[in-house]
């Protein structure tokens, strides 16, 4: 769910290793919820979501950005799904991890990183080969 796959590449190294970042700090709250069910991972888990949402807003500008300077005609399509999904995120760092908090961080988990991989796959694709990386 979390691991990155060959098959994500969009072809731009830079996004690539923005969406490697992404799911590598994903893999971070996997694996706080694979540990020890007794200790109180809440504030760690909210560090590492709010860690999270900040970087996939500065990743989804920089995508932004580059698919303005390239006239890319996508543009006003993929963006909306960006809108949506920081929308999303924000509203779910409102969660109350306190209780139940290993639902609440694995549901948080869930959608994040099933979003990124969806995305990337159905989404970002799509520029494919149509972006040019800025030098
Ligand atoms: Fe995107």
Not at 41 to 70: C, D, G, P, Q, W
Not at 106 to 120: G, K, Q, R, Y
Request: a negative charge.
């Amino acid at each position: 769910m979390v691991e990155w796959k060959d098959e994500y590449s969009v072809g731009i190294k830079l996004i690539d290793s923005q969406h490697k970042k992404l799911l590598t700090i994903a893999k971070k709250l996997m694996i706080l919820i694979s540990t020890s069910e007794s200790f109180d991972h809440s504030e760690e888990a909210a560090n590492i979501y709010a860690e999270l949402v900040s970087y996939t807003k500065e990743h989804l500008a920089f995508e932004e950005r580059l698919m303005l300077l390239n006239g890319y005609e996508g543009f006003i399509e993929h963006k909306l799904q960006h809108d949506q999904f920081i929308a999303s995120m924000d509203e779910l760092a409102k969660m109350d991890m306190e209780y139940n908090q290993r639902e609440a961080i694995l549901s948080m988990l869930t959608f994040v990183s099933e979003w990124i991989v969806d995305h990337i796959q159905g989404t970002d694709v799509k520029y494919k080969g149509q972006l040019k990386e800025l030098s």
